[in-house]
């Protein structure tokens, strides 16, 4: 068996461990009963809001712990920034989100750089070696591009600069930089989901909920930002 296919099994098995592991606490701490009715989750937000009034230090350093940890098992973006948003509001969600993902991503980043570069390099390097000299330029600045881009899938944009020798600081501020528009957007909407939730008596239907402004800004922001990238892509090839 070869050094990926093993990294990959070994992969999968802490995935399995940390999602049984989630669903265990999610199923143990709530049932069906929690989600049948719009005031019973209204009510669940109120104790989750009661948290974090409470033990917002406890509560923001778990979620960094567990975003660091996700970023690191390769998983996306977008969920942990909806879910911060919808815990922490935009804004402190929106600094909280993408220092976490940073972070996260240059952990990632050390382990594949010191680690697995011979790997990385012969896996990735023919598919994207028109970057290489791009990112020999200016790194910062091509790492913001990137970043803000997203050319590729999240795990892969934290492991793809390994083949390129990013510096540290430029990786982690170019990913810092770039990623903030696009976390500032799902971390809006995951606030907006989280007003939402008391605006009506009853479940809403899909387009009630898309006219509330809380929901459609975030929407129109981001889909800015996919025309704003696909240009960006035509531009830099």
């Not at 070696?129 to 970043?147: A, G, N, S, W, Y």
Request: aromatic share 20%.
């Amino acid at each position: 068996m070869d050094k990926s296919k093993k990294i990959k099994i070994i992969l999968g098995l802490i995935y399995l461990i940390v999602l049984s592991l989630f669903l265990y606490f999610l199923f143990s701490k709530f049932n069906l009963e929690d989600f049948s009715s719009l005031q019973i989750i209204q009510k669940n937000v109120d104790n989750l809001n009661s948290l974090k009034s409470n033990n917002f230090i406890l509560l923001s350093l778990a979620f960094f712990l567990f975003t660091v940890l996700w970023v690191f098992l390769l998983g996306f973006g977008t969920p942990v920034a909806l879910i911060g948003g919808f815990i922490f509001e935009k804004w402190i969600g929106t600094l909280l989100i993408t220092f976490s993902l940073t972070v996260g991503s240059l952990c990632l980043y050390c382990i594949g750089k010191y680690f697995f570069y011979d790997l990385l390099k012969d896996k990735l390097l023919n598919k994207f070696h028109k970057l290489e000299k791009v990112f020999d330029d200016k790194q910062f600045t091509v790492m913001v591009i990137f970043r803000f881009v997203g050319i590729v899938p999240f795990f892969v944009a934290n492991l793809l600069p390994v083949i390129f020798n990013i510096k540290l600081k430029d990786y982690f501020f170019g990913t810092f930089i770039g990623i903030m528009p696009a976390i500032f957007i799902m971390s809006s909407l995951g606030s907006g989901i989280n007003k939402a939730i008391y605006q009506f008596e009853t479940f809403p239907s899909l387009y009630t909920l898309i006219m509330l402004p809380e929901i459609y800004f975030p929407i129109l922001g981001f889909l800015l930002i996919v025309i704003i990238s696909f240009f960006l892509k035509k531009k830099f090839k």
